[in-house]
């Protein structure tokens, strides 16, 4: 059973970091591209970081560049998301979701089930 559990979501001050996890279970982690999105209610589901499956290729959204980190470690089957400098308008439910390769029939795709982060003065 495929699982994908994230943690580490709180309500913090403007200007404060947070790291979120995500453990995942039964797939093959070190064949997953890890990514995180995120959604505001009322608004559609955003991407915001994504870390390949061998790690060297990294990319994020223009609104958390230069302030989110995104990482992952193979032998623990987990992925991070560091926040720093964070603002009210980061303020969503995070998602972590792992793709597997193009090449994997239908390309399957899993969700976690998501975490709160709440920026507030």
């Known amino acids: 059973q495929v699982r994908l559990v994230e943690s580490g979501g709180a309500l913090v001050q403007p200007g404060a970091s947070l790291r979120l996890t995500c453990e995942c279970s039964g797939f093959t982690f070190k064949r997953a591209a890890m990514r995180w999105y995120r959604q505001v209610p009322g608004k559609e589901r955003e991407w915001v970081a994504v870390?390949?499956?061998?790690?060297?290729?990294?990319n994020y959204s223009d609104a958390v560049k230069d302030r989110f980190i995104i990482s992952r470690d193979d032998s623990k089957s987990m992925a991070y998301l560091q926040m720093n400098s964070l603002k009210v308008e980061d303020t969503a439910v995070y998602y972590c979701?792992?793709?597997?390769?193009?090449?994997?029939?239908?390309?399957?795709?899993?969700w976690g089930q998501g975490v709160q982060v709440t920026v507030s003065s």
């Open positions: 979701n792992a793709l597997m390769p193009l090449y994997d029939p239908g390309r399957p795709q899993y």
């Open positions: 870390i390949n499956n061998d790690g060297n290729i990294i």
